[in-house]
């Protein structure tokens, strides 16, 4: 009976499919790691961007309310208070841009 041998040649594809195997699932897992933290940053810039958003709409529901009152004290200058009201609602709506487009690169 003979036994047969093993050649070392025969071990070489083997050990080559696991070292290309360890490389790819390295490669998977930096990959994702990557996504994640890529995704991570794109939620935070959301949160930053609604964070602004957020506190122009209640300053503007302050301003628009403040104009109401003003103008029902004076009715008079109702058209100045919303001229007024206009003009830092649209400076408002500019900040808010601004910051998204700074936020959001």
């Known amino acids: 009976m003979t036994v047969p041998q093993i050649h070392s040649q025969s071990l070489l594809p083997a050990a080559r499919t696991n070292r290309e195997l360890s490389r790819l699932s390295a490669g998977t897992t930096l990959a994702v ?11 935070a810039k959301v949160d930053g961007i609604a964070g602004v958003a957020g506190k ?7 301003l628009s309310q403040m104009e109401q009152a003003l103008a029902t004290a004076v009715p008079h200058a109702s058209g100045r208070l919303a001229t007024v009201a206009d003009l830092a609602a649209i400076a408002v709506a500019g900040v808010v841009a601004d910051a998204a487009g700074r936020i959001g690169r």
């Open 33 to 43: 790691a990557h996504i994640r933290a890529q995704a991570e940053l794109e939620a």
């Open 56 to 62: 122009a709409l209640q300053d503007v529901a302050l």
